[in-house]
Every structure is written in C-alpha cells, then in structure tokens.
C-alpha cells in the first residue's frame, strides 16, 4: 500500500518537514508536487522527478531530485521551488496570526509529462500546515504617538530581547518577519513608515525621529529586555537601520540585508540635518531577454563622483552590525555597498562587524523555505524589475542567514551573564 | 526601492533644458529586406543631451513588441547608432541594429514571426524622447520618429502554393529564368509552415521550398513518425522543376528538422548540401521510416526536464545520449551522406546539447574517412537561430508540448550569430549548389 508522510503536519514555516513515500514499486520514476493557494486565490505548484529504492521507497532527506523545480538532494525543495501560476506573483502571507498557508503534497506514481499532471489524480496527498507563528505569540496593533505597526511577544512570562523589523519603503506593514522573530523569543516590532494607516503615501523625507520614537518605544515596554534594541531591516529598510544605528545608541545589533551605504530616494533628516540621496541613473537600467529590468548599476555614476559625506559615518555607530549580501542582487549593488561600508568599519580600527556574502542569492532574502520571487512588476511602471537570485543558492542562503541573524541577534541583545569567582 | 520618484524628479529636470525644436532622427533605408541593416541617425541635439531611443512594432495578431535603448548626443548634438554606445535599456554598447534585435512582446513569452511574407512588411516606429525614459506613457510624446519597413521578400520574388501529390508548402522563386539552385527549408517540433527564411533565401538568388510536414493543411495534425519518402517526393518535386539547377539540392534545417535532413542526405542522393542548426544527429521522439528501414527514436528521459525560476522547461538533459552504446541504431548513419554538411550550434541552447550533436556527427564523418563536414559554435547563441535582426525569442510556449519552453540565449551574442550565420549559410549554398552546375 502506498504511503505519504509529510511530519509534522502543522509547522512554523521556517522548520523543515521530513517527507517520505513507501509502498511503491521499486526503481521506479515518481512525482511529487506541492501545491499552496494563497489569500487572494493565486496558486502556487512545483514538482520533482524522483526514483524509489529497491524496496519502493522515496525518503526526501537523502534521495536526490532528479528533475523538475529542482535536482540533487533538497528535502525543502518542493517548499521554496514553489512557483506562481500567475506570472511573477509573489507570495506573501498577509494574515500572519489566525491562519496558516495550507500546502498540499501529492504523488503521482507514473513518469507522467509535467503537462499531464494537472489533469491526473496523486496516488496520494497530505496537506500541511505551514504557520507564520507559534502558538502563544500575540499581535498588538501599535498605534502609539506617530507609531504605527504591531508589535509581536513570544508567549510567557519575562522579557525578552526587542526588535525592530523593517522592510523597504513599498508602504503598508509587513508582519511575517516579526512574527516569526516572536515565535524565536523576540519581541519584534514590525514598523510601518509609509502608505499604511494615516502615514503618508509617498513621505517627502525620512524623519529619524519617528524611528528613534519606535526605539523609546520597545524599551519602555515591560516585556521587552534592554538595554539594547536590535534591528532586522532589508532594502529602503536597511538604509534607515544603518541611519538608526549611527545615530541612537540604544540600538546595539543592526541587521542589514542587501542595503545601501547611502541614502536613496528619499532624503533622511535627523534633528534637522538632512541627509541628501544619491542620484539615479535611470538610463544605467539593464533590460534582459524577457524584458525584467536590473537596476542594479544605478548609483554607480553618482557613487563615483560622490563626495565622503554622501556615505554614512558607519564608524560612529556603537553597536554590532550584520551584513547579509545577495551577491546575484539584481536591484541594487549590495555587495558593492557592503563592501564599502566594512572597507570604511576597518579603515577606522573598528570590527564590531560580520558580513555574510551567499553567492546566486538575490536581493528578497527571506525567511527559510519563502519560494524565490526573481521579479515584481512595479506599481505605477509597467515594468518588471528584477531582483535577482537562482533558485537552489537563494534557498541555501535563506536557511543559513535566517539561523545566523538569530544567533546574532541573541548574542547582542542578550546580555550574558558571568559569575565573578 | 521604488524608482517612480526619481524617475519622476529627473524627468522634471531635463524637460525644462529642451526647448529647441528641431531634432531631427533619419532611419535609412526606410524601406528594406528585414535582414538588412538599418543606420539610425539623430541631429539637432543638444550637445551631450540624454536620450530615449524606442522601436515598436505590431504583428499580424495585434501583439505588440518594443525595445528602447538610452544614448548620449556628442558635443554637436548628434548621435550615429553606427559609432555610439548605449548606455542602458534592452542593450548597452554599440549596436547599430539593437533596437531591432532587442524587441520584446508586451505580452511575455511570444515569438515573432512573419505570417503573410510576400503582401506586407512589419512596421517598426521609432521614436526619439528628449530625456531618460525608462517607461515610455501614453501621455510622453516623442520629439520626432519614423517609421521603416522591413520586407521578407524582394520586388520580383514569386510565392507559388504548392500542393503537387503528397508535397505541401510555398515554394518561392527568385525573378528570372533561372535556374536557380533549390533548397528545402525545414523548421522544427512547432508544425504548420513559417515562410520567412525561405522568402529571404529567395531574395538572395536561391528557389526555396518552404516545406511543411505536420499540423498544415490536409497533413496529419500531430507528428507520429517521420516517413522519409514524403520529403523524398519533395525533394523529387522541386528537382524536377523548369527553374531549378539539378542534379542537386539543399536543404536548410533547425531543431526537429535537422533530423529529417541529415536523414534525407544519408538516404537520398538527391540532397547535396545540408544545413543543421541546433539540431540532433540521431532519431528522438518519432520513428523515422524509410522504404523498409526503420530506426526506432532514442528514448527521452521525462524526469530530466528542468523548470527554471519563471516556469519555463529546459529539455537540453531530457533526451537521451546519443553516445551511448545502446543507441547507436538510432543515430544516422551520417558517414553515407553525400554532399557538404554544415552544422550551425548556439552554445547556449536550453533546448537541445547542439554542440554534442554536432561534435558526434563530426567525429563520425572523420572516424570513416570523410572530411565533408564542418561546424560554426557560436558561443552565447540559444536555440532559434534565425536570420539577422529577429528578436531573440529566449522562451515561448510550444505546439508539441504546453508550457514554455526554454530556449536560451544572450541577446547581444545571439544576434551576433545571427548575423555572422546568415552570411554562412548563403556563402555555403552558393559554393556547394553552383559547384554541382559547374560539374554538368
């Protein structure tokens, strides 16, 4: 009899989940397909191409896919391989706290075309449970003085260690990080800046004082621990994490996934002093064959005639930085940036720094097992812009960066305590 | 990051610097062979003002296709795409022909071709924007354009329709007595009869048989076996006409259609110059039949297929090897062709491991004393290699499979190919066609 097993049944999202087939014949060519829907209705498919054992068995940990969305030996394969039917969507979990993504895994047992498979019945299906957080995390929406997101806390009594979580400045609020920062002992404040609630659509600038409020914020709360804040931040989010870090010396551990050293786009101020962005080159854009836009070289005439002061004094900045870099980053030039940025940490004596550098992983590094969404098409412009990434490299990058920003985190904001003898 | 807001300021800052009027943008010539080049000039600049220059071109269906390509006047306000570089769009560096090659469909994953090659040319609008757009709007209006056309056959060029026994295609002829040296052109797994090639051929001098097999006309629907005597009788056919050269014929083949003629050069002696471009030496999918010879196809490993990051499937590792002991019936017997072989190979084909084909096919013909073969890589180049200035179609979806399939290629290298391999397979056809003339 055949038999699919797919455990635990009702995970985290960024825990793995052990898959194996029995029953079936042996040396024989099986597929098994993963299938999620949305919130909004897109589905999602991959499949891989596997040979049972000779006693008919297929175990996911240790067998190699040998076609597909994947091959080699990749027991989340079917997870982050995941592609929309729809061109380019992306998934996103809005609602992170009172559902789950259901995946559903299906084996066919025939060595059917990729084409025949939507209209064959699996031998078999389980449906799993993938959460965005533990059981006991809780959600409050934060809408104190100009604050506005949610803060997430682990379950328990106590404190724990307080986290900013920020993405790039596409507006509304995005909770799944922080959620899952909860759901690891953090308690994490996603945070709105832009086109959510009343803030404003487009801001004209970037007021550090708003972050600065979210910090005073998290350390006043009695369940989170200080005397540090850390900061998760990618993209936009970055830039104004590296800001943050300069300029407030409560923040003690800064995040910086695939940032600038500069500021773009919107300009920053602080107590008045306005921090100016480097121009955009739009003509530098780079089209591909199917027409996804790379942006990445954008900044490069400006960067090269830029003065010192358009580059943040990163060397002022009392805390532990993170560097995580996409090397295949499409959008911007993270590694170029990081690099500058560390070059700068280092020409001033300074190495409260870590960079982490995952080649052909691209610019949305996200928590493990997320499916690699290579482009978006961007609002108002029909373009698509690319982000950068190959599929099983950016997958390794996400599991490994995703346990190092952790440890990271734990290390810099909890404060270890030694027995004096 | 979200570029609307610069794109947004920039565009601000370089409107207010053009007031002057006259820019003035030449394409010549305006009307032309679609594999002829264009030479796009811009005067009346600014000196060193940015620029947006864009193509766009709507086909037969309605669907539209168009590349842009940012450049920077000289100190007198003048721009050559012969001498100038792009800066960034859908090419950089000097590429006189880059708007043409780089156009893209709107809608994704289609692929361009000419339908109607004798009555209508495609239309390609370009347009020149006085600042950097990176999305042209509805609302931005060009400071000046042309419009060029690019023709698939030449004045004089006859398309006949032919249907003369089993044999279905169009056959065209160039203007003149003739005789002219005759080819077959054989497209690949799409089915149906695409005409371009073989209009374009018949430009250049050649009468050429475009030849359809499957899915045209009274012909079967699907492709289940490959009978060679039909080709045979098509070949037979166009030998026997008034306005072709005998004793021998070409044929011009890609992907599928490789199969079938390095068959008819194996088999028949009417075929005396052969060219293969990315296609296999050996039998895959189908049986192909021959009198009372069959050889069975190699099989195809379905599990092998790979779907890149956008859904796209890449076969190059899905078919069997054709090296393998075990399949060495279904691989032709290439060493009893007669005639020139040329095998044209685009190193970056997702589709097919052209190379592999060609080298195997080669070392074959050497391993048995013969030196009539021989092979142009071209490193870069994908799957459909056509004649130059043809888009790169890099993935579309196929008529023998659903789903897209990809087919690989670097836009710049691709058209290069192109380019380079047009020239190639007329020189080739010109040597080994006319020679056979000479020998009478």
Same mark, same amino acid.
Request: net charge negative; with cysteine.
């Given at each position: 009899?055949? !038999?699919?097993? &797919? /455990?635990?049944?009702?995970?985290?999202?960024?825990?793995?989940?052990?898959? =194996? *087939?029995? @029953?079936?014949?042996?040396?024989?060519?099986?597929?098994?397909?993963?299938?999620?829907?949305?919130?909004?209705?897109?589905?999602?498919?991959?499949?891989?191409?596997?040979?049972?054992?000779?006693?008919?068995?297929?175990?996911?940990?240790?067998?190699?896919?040998?076609?597909?969305?994947?091959?080699?030996?990749?027991?989340?394969?079917?997870?982050?391989?995941?592609?929309?039917?729809?061109?380019?969507?992306?998934?996103?979990?809005?609602?992170?706290?009172?559902?789950?993504?259901?995946?559903?895994?299906?084996?066919?047992?025939?060595?059917?075309?990729?084409? !025949?498979?939507? &209209? /064959?019945?699996?031998?078999?299906?389980?449906?799993?449970?993938?959460?965005? =957080? *533990?059981? @006991?995390?809780?959600?409050?929406?934060?809408?104190?003085?100009?604050?506005?997101?949610?803060?997430?806390?682990?379950?328990?009594?106590?404190?724990?260690?307080?986290?900013?979580?920020?993405?790039?400045?596409?507006?509304?609020?995005?909770?799944?990080?922080?959620?899952?920062?909860?759901?690891?002992?953090?308690?994490?404040?996603?945070?709105?800046?832009?086109?959510?609630?009343?803030?404003?659509?487009?801001?004209?600038?970037?007021?550090?004082?708003?972050?600065?409020?979210?910090?005073?914020?998290?350390?006043?709360?009695?369940?989170?621990?200080?005397?540090?804040?850390?900061?998760?931040?990618?993209?936009?989010?970055?830039?104004?994490?590296?800001?943050?870090?300069?300029?407030?010396?409560?923040?003690?551990?800064?995040?910086?996934?695939?940032?600038?050293?500069?500021?773009?786009?919107?300009?920053?101020?602080?107590?008045?002093?306005?921090?100016?962005?480097?121009?955009?080159?739009?003509?530098?854009?780079?089209?591909?064959?199917?027409?996804?836009?790379?942006?990445?070289?954008?900044?490069?005439?400006?960067?090269?005639?830029?003065?010192?002061?358009?580059?943040?004094?990163?060397?002022?900045?009392?805390?532990?930085?993170?560097?995580?870099?996409?090397?295949?980053?499409?959008?911007?030039?993270?590694?170029?940036?990081?690099?500058?940025?560390?070059?700068?940490?280092?020409?001033?004596?300074?190495?409260?720094?870590?960079?982490?550098?995952?080649?052909?992983?691209?610019?949305?590094?996200?928590?493990?097992?997320?499916?690699?969404?290579?482009?978006?098409?961007?609002?108002?412009?029909?373009?698509?812009?690319?982000?950068?990434?190959?599929?099983?490299?950016?997958?390794?990058?996400?599991?490994?960066?995703?346990?190092?920003?952790?440890?990271?985190?734990?290390?810099?904001?909890?404060?270890?305590?030694?027995?004096?003898? | 990051?979200?570029?609307?807001?610069?794109?947004?300021?920039?565009?601000?800052?370089?409107?207010?610097?053009?007031?002057?009027?006259?820019?003035?943008?030449?394409?010549?010539?305006?009307?032309?062979?679609?594999?002829?080049?264009?030479?796009?000039?811009?005067?009346?600049?600014?000196?060193?003002?940015?620029?947006?220059?864009?193509?766009?071109?709507?086909?037969?269906?309605?669907?539209?296709?168009?590349?842009?390509?940012?450049?920077?006047?000289?100190?007198?306000?003048?721009?050559?795409?012969?001498?100038?570089?792009?800066?960034?769009?859908?090419?950089?560096?000097?590429?006189?022909?880059?708007?043409?090659?780089?156009?893209?469909?709107?809608?994704?994953?289609?692929?361009?071709?000419?339908?109607?090659?004798?009555?209508?040319?495609?239309?390609?609008?370009?347009?020149?924007?006085?600042?950097?757009?990176?999305?042209?709007?509805?609302?931005?209006?060009?400071?000046?354009?042309?419009?060029?056309?690019?023709?698939?056959?030449?004045?004089?060029?006859?398309?006949?329709?032919?249907?003369?026994?089993?044999?279905?295609?169009?056959?065209?002829?160039?203007?003149?007595?003739?005789?002219?040296?005759?080819?077959?052109?054989?497209?690949?797994?799409?089915?149906?009869?695409?005409?371009?090639?073989?209009?374009?051929?018949?430009?250049?001098?050649?009468?050429?048989?475009?030849?359809?097999?499957?899915?045209?006309?009274?012909?079967?629907?699907?492709?289940?076996?490959?009978?060679?005597?039909?080709?045979?009788?098509?070949?037979?056919?166009?030998?026997?006409?008034?306005?072709?050269?005998?004793?021998?014929?070409?044929?011009?083949?890609?992907?599928?259609?490789?199969?079938?003629?390095?068959?008819?050069?194996?088999?028949?002696?009417?075929?005396?110059?052969?060219?293969?471009?990315?296609?296999?030496?050996?039998?895959?999918?189908?049986?192909?039949?021959?009198?009372?010879?069959?050889?069975?196809?190699?099989?195809?490993?379905?599990?092998?297929?790979?779907?890149?990051?956008?859904?796209?499937?890449?076969?190059?590792?899905?078919?069997?090897?054709?090296?393998?002991?075990?399949?060495?019936?279904?691989?032709?017997?290439?060493?009893?062709?007669?005639?020139?072989?040329?095998?044209?190979?685009?190193?970056?084909?997702?589709?097919?491991?052209?190379?592999?084909?060609?080298?195997?096919?080669?070392?074959?013909?050497?391993?048995?004393?013969?030196?009539?073969?021989?092979?142009?890589?071209?490193?870069?180049?994908?799957?459909?290699?056509?004649?130059?200035?043809?888009?790169?179609?890099?993935?579309?979806?196929?008529?023998?499979?659903?789903?897209?399939?990809?087919?690989?290629?670097?836009?710049?290298?691709?058209?290069?190919?192109?380019?380079?391999?047009?020239?190639?397979?007329?020189?080739?056809?010109?040597?080994?066609?006319?020679?056979?003339?000479?020998?009478?």
């Amino acid at each position: 009899m055949i !038999q699919l097993t &797919a /455990t635990p049944a009702s995970t985290l999202t960024d825990e793995p989940v052990h898959i =194996r *087939a029995t @029953g079936l014949r042996p040396s024989q060519i099986v597929i098994f397909q993963a299938t999620l829907e949305d919130e909004k209705g897109n589905l999602f498919h991959s499949q891989a191409y596997y040979k049972t054992s000779e006693v008919g068995e297929v175990d996911l940990d240790h067998a190699p896919s040998l076609g597909g969305d994947y091959i080699g030996v990749h027991p989340m394969g079917l997870f982050w391989s995941l592609k929309p039917e729809k061109f380019l969507t992306k998934l996103m979990k809005r609602d992170v706290m009172t559902s789950p993504f259901l995946v559903q895994i299906k084996l066919y047992d025939s060595n059917l075309p990729l084409a !025949q498979i939507a &209209a /064959t019945d699996p031998k078999v299906s389980v449906t799993l449970e993938r959460w965005y =957080r *533990a059981p @006991g995390v809780t959600r409050i929406q934060v809408q104190e003085g100009h604050l506005r997101g949610a803060l997430f806390l682990p379950p328990g009594e106590g404190r724990f260690p307080g986290v900013i979580d920020l993405f790039a400045d596409i507006g509304g609020l995005i909770e799944y990080r922080a959620s899952l920062l909860a759901s690891h002992g953090f308690a994490a404040l996603a945070l709105a800046y832009c086109d959510y609630e009343d803030l404003p659509l487009h801001p004209e600038k970037i007021e550090l004082e708003y972050f600065e409020e979210a910090v005073n914020f998290l350390l006043r709360h009695p369940k989170v621990l200080g005397p540090g804040i850390g900061i998760v931040s990618i993209s936009k989010g970055a830039e104004i994490g590296l800001s943050m870090a300069i300029h407030l010396k409560q923040v003690t551990a800064t995040v910086l996934i695939n940032g600038p050293n500069f500021v773009f786009s919107t300009p920053q101020v602080y107590r008045g002093q306005i921090s100016q962005p480097l121009s955009f080159s739009p003509q530098l854009v780079s089209i591909n064959a199917l027409g996804l836009a790379q942006f990445q070289y954008c900044f490069e005439e400006a960067r090269s005639k830029a003065s010192e002061t358009f580059f943040f004094p990163i060397e002022k900045a009392q805390g532990h930085f993170l560097f995580i870099v996409g090397e295949d980053d499409k959008s911007i030039n993270s590694k170029a940036y990081a690099e500058q940025a560390t070059e700068q940490l280092r020409r001033n004596g300074k190495d409260n720094w870590t960079l982490l550098s995952y080649p052909g992983a691209g610019h949305m590094l996200e928590p493990p097992y997320s499916p690699l969404c290579c482009a978006s098409k961007l609002s108002k412009l029909h373009l698509f812009m690319q982000w950068g990434g190959e599929v099983t490299l950016h997958a390794a990058a996400q599991e490994h960066s995703w346990k190092e920003i952790q440890k990271f985190l734990r290390k810099h904001l909890i404060p270890v305590v030694t027995s004096q003898l | 990051m979200d570029p609307t807001l610069y794109l947004a300021l920039h565009r601000a800052h370089y409107r207010s610097l053009c007031q002057l009027p006259m820019f003035q943008l030449t394409a010549t010539p305006a009307s032309a062979l679609a594999d002829e080049p264009v030479h796009i000039r811009v005067t009346g600049l600014p000196p060193w003002q940015m620029v947006t220059l864009t193509a766009s071109l709507k086909d037969e269906k309605g669907y539209v296709y168009q590349s842009k390509a940012f450049y920077k006047a000289n100190e007198v306000g003048e721009l050559d795409l012969m001498e100038a570089p792009s800066i960034g769009g859908d090419y950089v560096g000097v590429h006189p022909m880059g708007l043409f090659w780089s156009l893209k469909p709107k809608k994704v994953f289609r692929r361009l071709t000419k339908q109607d090659v004798m009555n209508s040319p495609f239309y390609v609008t370009l347009n020149l924007y006085d600042s950097v757009h990176v999305q042209v709007s509805t609302t931005d209006q060009p400071r000046a354009s042309q419009t060029v056309e690019r023709w698939f056959s030449g004045p004089g060029v006859q398309r006949v329709q032919i249907r003369e026994g089993r044999v279905r295609g169009a056959l065209f002829l160039p203007p003149g007595e003739g005789p002219f040296p005759g080819i077959v052109d054989l497209f690949g797994g799409r089915g149906g009869l695409t005409e371009f090639r073989a209009s374009l051929l018949a430009t250049h001098g050649f009468a050429v048989l475009a030849l359809a097999y499957f899915l045209y006309e009274d012909l079967p629907k699907e492709l289940e076996e490959i009978d060679l005597e039909y080709f045979e009788e098509a070949a037979n056919w166009l030998l026997a006409h008034p306005k072709i050269q005998k004793p021998g014929i070409g044929v011009i083949s890609v992907s599928k259609g490789v199969e079938i003629a390095l068959a008819m050069a194996c088999f028949t002696k009417q075929v005396v110059a052969t060219i293969c471009i990315n296609g296999p030496n050996a039998i895959y999918e189908f049986p192909l039949r021959y009198k009372d010879l069959v050889i069975t196809p190699i099989p195809s490993f379905m599990e092998r297929v790979q779907i890149d990051v956008l859904g796209a499937m890449r076969l190059r590792y899905y078919k069997g090897d054709a090296r393998d002991e075990l399949n060495q019936k279904s691989v032709l017997p290439i060493e009893k062709a007669q005639g020139a072989i040329l095998f044209i190979v685009g190193d970056g084909d997702e589709c097919l491991n052209s190379r592999e084909y060609a080298e195997q096919a080669l070392d074959q013909l050497r391993s048995h004393g013969r030196n009539n073969g021989r092979m142009l890589v071209y490193p870069g180049a994908g799957h459909l290699i056509e004649p130059p200035y043809t888009p790169l179609c890099y993935a579309s979806p196929h008529s023998l499979s659903s789903g897209i399939l990809l087919w690989g290629g670097d836009p710049v290298a691709h058209a290069a190919a192109q380019e380079h391999s047009w020239g190639e397979i007329q020189k080739f056809f010109r040597e080994h066609l006319t020679q056979t003339r000479s020998k009478l």
